[in-house]
């Protein structure tokens, strides 16, 4: 039921925004997921459409797209993509459900250190309202 926690979250604070700027309906919400938050994106848009529907203003539409996860390495200070980094497809898929695991498993391609922060790539964020 975390999507739709989530997707609740997302649509009563989208609807609040409207409704304080008088908005009569809301076209389109653009979404951005992390790489790293674990979300079923196929109960997350059915929850948006079914929860965006329930609210006054109206939310028509719902737009994701997913942010790419980025580290910083404490050892050089670089920054690198998740996707850089060579793990294995199981690591991968543990290190979205549990990003604390990333200090486990990954090491940064440059200096060898484990010692890596997420910077970008978790949570949700709202990105554009499309409202009138
Ligand atoms: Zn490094």
Redesign the pocket.
């Known amino acids: 039921m975390h999507e739709w926690s989530l997707a609740e979250a997302v649509v009563e604070a989208v609807a609040s925004f409207a409704r304080e700027h008088g908005s009569k309906r809301v076209k389109l919400v653009r979404i951005s997921l992390g790489e790293l938050q674990a979300v079923d994106v196929g109960i997350f848009k059915e929850a948006l459409s079914l929860l965006g529907e329930s609210v006054e203003p109206r939310i028509e539409g719902f737009q994701l797209e997913r942010e790419k996860a980025v580290l910083l390495?404490r050892?050089?200070y670089?920054t690198l993509l998740l996707e850089e980094l060579s793990l294995s497809d199981e690591e991968r898929e543990a290190v979205h459900f549990v990003p604390e695991l990333l200090h486990a498993y990954a090491k940064?391609p440059?200096?060898g250190?484990s010692d890596l922060d997420v910077i970008r790539g978790r949570g949700v964020s709202i990105k554009s309202i499309e409202a009138e």
């Open positions: 390495c050892g050089c670089e940064c440059r200096c250190s």
